[in-house]
């Protein structure tokens, strides 16, 4: 069981979350100028690192804030978290 | 009539020693035999005073088996519990003795009680600073020196009693006793006995079951929950577990009377019993000495020490002194018995292979000594990596990421002194403190220790005494019959790794999850591989530690309690009408009302018919409801929904469909505007929490720069639905105000009124076809409101219906429910709900895939109505639908699936609806519907079967 530090109301337990897979995958400002490639893209594929990950939580039975978090997924730890609209760490 | 035996028949009990209370008996039966014990026993110590050496028998080979250990690393005495309480399997070592006990030993499967289990179990949280895994000299000077800081502080052992390999030794005991007393006086101490610690996840999270009440027996309070889940955050863990000794594999090394040596000197010790008259000690360290001495101490005949080491060191010279027999260099290699152990067959071992003649050695007990196992179960499960230690002969921890320190034996520290010391350095680090000495005070003075005796010889690796035969009697898994043989099967397999080894005998993977076999499986491993132990490394350790019983895991979420149950504002006018229930997600929903002697189908049938012919009322109170508010709302909804919501125009409603980006159904419902900043969005039954969800996350993700608010408004309404061509009459009489023609109050539109007296916004929504209403009314009038519309429909015969009646009325008119006729896969358009889906927005949720290449290939699956030739076949939801018959060969090419299949009383036939490849090309076709060893013709139908003009919605 994860703690996440939720950045609006301090580190809970995992089970207070829900994942919501890789951040910073914006929706495309103009998805009929996107050729089928693209799109899927878009849609479908997402990076699978072994290291550190930016992914979106949210705080769904408390806040209700979506938030990312940087967590190595080799071990679980979470590197950073940091509220929509703020810039990640950069991690080396 | 069993066998009875005196109260006072104790005959391997010593005559004094140990901590147990010899002014108390208890009577306890075993096998149907009646026993007596002492409190302070265990079933294993008791069984042993009493004699008894075989407790059960193998799982595969039904071989005879005795109490092997002390503790959790039981291998072989498993035991099932009758009385006072039921357990399926648990050993016969950890099992407290209480008065009435009733238990049979195993035959290495356990059996599930036949009643149902009456005990209650629960979980708590604890937080601290420092948890202390295990109460022995490590554990207690650990724990001591992190509550002297103020820290908070939990610590947790398995046992009954703090203390661990110090209970029952006299001096060191006292030593014990003065550190309990001082944990017990430090308030933000906790500590936690008969408490295992059996799982160790990420960022210091662990769960430990604390064992309440078995070992009060019958008198437990009924108030106290049997067992208890903890589950405990730590800022900094302490691991002292300890070690437990392993066996060694030689020729029947399983037979009763066989036992690790530290067992037998836990069993005089501390429960002041003698495994046995004459014992053989088998050794390859310097503990095997120690034990002989306790026994023969104890009056226990030592009849050899046996040491595979050809330099025994100072203890051997000890053991001389002492008059026992050490034949250093020697190894036994046999046993002998019927069944249980009356004679040890020893002989010299030269370069790990015995030669020479072989010496019988009478004994009715054999000590076992292989070296010692840190036990590093936790470490691992934390995620810590081990290495092998070669002078230790153990796999000692390395290093781990979370901020955990292993401590004591458990690190491989094996004298008493310094056990102490690391235990107390540990707490205090762990406490974030610099232990000093005055902190400390007389924690890091050690208790005396026996053992020490200024020097000691190295212990040697030794797995296995090969002979005199096939190695099929050398046990290295006990519990699982495991032998050298199979090793070598599986070496001779081909396998070379721990972890295909361990599957492929299932060694290690029993009750004990290899506590006395897991590092012996890798060294006899290592040995017919011909490679060395630390190469080939251990398993990988995985929660739980011990078992842990699904009644505890499960706490008091079972039963009613399992998952929340709701119920609307009218539950009790569904009871009182004798409804019969479905879940819905959550929710109970009434499903149909039968009369007196009607079954499902006579009342579904007859519910119909109101509907259709009269009128109807049903509980739509669970749709999901959504209050969408701010300047921005119709942007928003626009965004998420296919078609367009920004239009509509106050006072109107809108059927509406959601996609997710892939251009597949969400959900649907309809969308009312209340305001011009304003919307309540309803949604299906299950999806309210789901949508609610998606809306809050494209605001919060996508567009915070809108400016919205959504709340969930559900449990805000209650909803009646109103159905059939005399609702508008029934409805006038309730609400005189409200505009009764259609071009006053049309179809899609909603007005606030009064309904029976009460405030209520009434919609014009069919989800039948119809005339219909839905009234809406805050919860507390919905069962005023109910009531009087029955009495105002009475006159016309007005009659309750349920969900599947609903079901039967949408599908009638081909109206799709998301869920049921969808399943992530489905567009609007396969539905047949491109009407639903703007062509003028430059954008939606969903539109940009509608046009990718396989989202608008002709052939995809459509929904499509199915009629049975044989207008009385009820086709099975879930049926395939394939084009041929006879059914080619397979694969057959399947077109879809049915997804609803209903009788319809209006169509006077059974239907169905079904997900047909390139579905609308075929209607009027025959295609199959395969049912058992049966093809069911049917024809391909449009998907509305009933007023297909729509003439019906407005009366």
């Known amino acids: ?92 | 009539m069993p066998r009875q035996l005196p109260s006072s028949a104790h005959p391997f009990r010593l005559p004094t020693g140990g901590r147990i209370d010899r002014s108390r008996t208890l009577t306890f039966r075993f096998d149907g035999v009646a026993y007596t014990g002492h409190p302070g026993d265990t079933l294993a110590s008791a069984l042993l005073a009493c004699g008894v050496r075989q407790v059960a028998t193998s799982i595969k080979l039904g071989r005879a088996r005795g109490v092997f250990g002390v503790g959790s690393e039981e291998p072989n005495a498993l035991v099932r519990i009758e009385a006072p309480y039921a357990e399926a399997m648990v050993t016969a070592t950890t099992v407290e003795l209480c008065e009435g006990l009733v238990a049979f030993g195993l035959p290495g499967r356990g059996r599930l009680p036949d009643g149902p289990d009456p005990a209650r179990y629960d979980a708590v949280y604890a937080h601290c600073d420092v948890l202390v895994v295990g109460a022995g000299p490590a554990g207690l000077a650990a724990a001591l020196a992190a509550a002297r800081t103020g820290a908070r502080v939990v610590l947790a052992d398995e046992n009954g009693e703090l203390g661990g390999s110090l209970l029952g030794r006299g001096a060191a005991d006292d030593w014990g006793a003065r550190a309990r007393d001082e944990l017990a006086g430090f308030p933000q101490t906790r500590v936690l006995r008969r408490t295992t610690v059996f799982g160790y996840y990420d960022d210091n999270y662990l769960l430990a079951l604390e064992r309440r009440t078995a070992h009060l027996g019958a008198a437990a309070p009924a108030h106290v929950s049997r067992e208890r889940v903890w589950r405990i955050r730590a800022g900094r863990v302490v691991l002292a577990t300890g070690a437990h000794e392993r066996p060694i594999a030689f020729a029947d090394n399983d037979r009763p009377g066989v036992m690790l040596a530290s067992a037998a000197r836990a069993y005089v010790h501390r429960f002041g019993v003698a495994p046995g008259r004459r014992a053989v000690v088998f050794t390859a360290c310097d503990s095997g000495y120690p034990a002989a001495l306790d026994l023969a101490a104890a009056g226990t005949e030592v009849a050899a020490i046996v040491d595979a080491r050809p330099q025994a060191g100072l203890w051997a010279q000890r053991a001389r002194d002492a008059g026992l027999p050490v034949r250093a260099g020697h190894a036994v290699t046999g046993t002998s018995g019927d069944p249980c152990l009356t004679s040890v067959a020893v002989r010299e071992l030269r370069d790990g292979e015995p030669t020479g003649p072989v010496a019988v050695v009478d004994a009715d007990t054999l000590l076992v000594s292989g070296g010692w196992n840190p036990t590093v179960h936790l470490f691992s499960q934390a995620g810590g990596t081990l290495r092998h230690d070669p002078a230790r002969v153990a796999f000692v921890p390395r290093e781990c990421r979370q901020a955990v320190e292993v401590v004591g034996s458990a690190a491989g520290a094996f004298t008493l002194a310094e056990c102490v010391a690391d235990g107390a350095r540990a707490g205090a680090r762990a406490a974030n403190r610099e232990a000093t000495e005055a902190d400390l005070g007389h924690v890091l003075a050690p208790p005396p220790d026996p053992d020490d005796i200024g020097g000691g010889a190295p212990p040697v690796p030794l797995w296995l005494v090969p002979g005199p035969d096939e190695p099929r009697t050398h046990f290295v898994d006990l519990q699982r019959d495991v032998t050298v043989a199979d090793l070598r099967r599986a070496t001779g397999a081909g396998l070379s790794g721990v972890e295909h080894l361990k599957r492929y005998t299932t060694a290690g993977t029993a009750h004990d999850q290899g506590r006395t076999s897991g590092v012996l499986t890798t060294g006899v491993a290592a040995h017919l591989l011909g490679v060395e132990v630390s190469a080939l490394g251990t398993t990988t350790y995985r929660p739980p530690y011990t078992p842990v019983p699904f009644a505890a895991l499960a706490g008091r979420d079972r039963g009613a309690l399992h998952d929340p149950v709701r119920v609307t504002a009218l539950h009790d006018q569904h009871l009182a009408r004798d409804a019969v229930f479905e879940n819905v997600g959550q929710w109970k929903r009434p499903w149909y009302y039968p009369l007196a002697g009607e079954d499902m189908a006579a009342a579904v049938a007859r519910e119909c018919r109101a509907a259709r012919e009269g009128v109807a009322f049903m509980d739509a109170s669970t749709l999901g409801k959504i209050d969408v508010q701010g300047a921005d709302a119709g942007v928003f909804l626009d965004r998420l929904y296919t078609n367009m919501i920004s239009t509509l125009k106050p006072g109107r409603i809108r059927y509406g469909v959601m996609c997710r980006a892939d251009g597949m159904v969400l959900d649907d419902g309809t969308v009312l505007r209340t305001a011009d900043d304003r919307f309540l969005v309803t949604t299906t039954t299950g999806n309210a929490a789901a949508v609610l969800d998606w809306m809050e996350e494209w605001l919060q993700t996508e567009w915070p720069q809108l400016r919205v608010h959504c709340a969930s408004v559900t449990e805000q309404w209650a909803t009646v639905a109103l159905v059939g061509p005399r609702s508008r009459d029934v409805l006038s009489a309730l609400a005189p105000q409200l505009p009764s023609s259609s071009d006053d109050f049309p179809f899609m539109a909603w007005r606030d009124t009064r309904v029976a007296g009460v405030a209520a916004r009434v919609c014009r929504i069919s989800f039948s076809g119809e005339l219909a209403y839905e009234i809406n009314v805050p919860p507390w009038y919905a069962p005023h409101v109910w009531e009087a519309i029955a009495r105002a429909g009475a006159p016309y015969g007005i009659t309750p219906y349920g969900t599947e009646t609903m079901h039967v009325l949408r599908a009638e008119k081909g109206y799709p429910v998301v869920g049921q006729d969808t399943d992530g896969t489905v567009t609007p358009q396969d539905l047949g709900l491109g009407w639903a889906v703007s062509a003028k927005k430059r954008d939606f949720v969903g539109k940009r895939s509608h046009a990718r290449a396989d989202t608008a290939r002709p052939d995809r699956k459509q929904l499509v109505a199915l009629l049975p030739d044989d207008r009385h076949t009820l086709l099975p939801e879930g049926g395939q639908v394939v084009a041929d018959a006879p059914l080619p060969a397979p694969p057959v090419p399947m077109l879809g699936h049915i997804t609803s299949s209903y009788r319809s009383t209006a169509l006077g036939r059974t239907f169905a609806l079904a997900l047909v490849r390139g579905g609308r090309e075929r209607v009027g076709q025959r295609i199959y519907v395969p049912v058992g060893s049966v093809l069911v013709p049917v024809t391909v139908a449009e998907p509305v079967l009933y007023d297909p003009e729509g003439a019906r919605r407005d009366g």
Not at chain 1, 39 to 66: M, Q, V
Request: proline content about 10%; some cysteine; hydrophobic content about 35%.
């Open chain 1, 1 to 92: 069981m994860l703690l996440i530090p939720c950045p609006w109301c301090g580190p809970r337990d995992e089970a207070e979350f829900t994942y919501g897979g890789q951040a910073h995958v914006p929706y495309p400002r103009d998805p009929a100028a996107l050729t089928d490639e693209e799109w899927a893209r878009y849609l479908f594929f997402r990076d699978n690192p072994k290291g550190p990950h930016a992914e979106r939580w949210c705080h769904t039975i408390s806040c209700r804030r979506w938030f990312n978090v940087v967590r190595d997924t080799a071990t679980n730890e979470v590197l950073a978290a940091y509220r929509i609209g703020e810039a990640g760490p950069v991690i080396s």
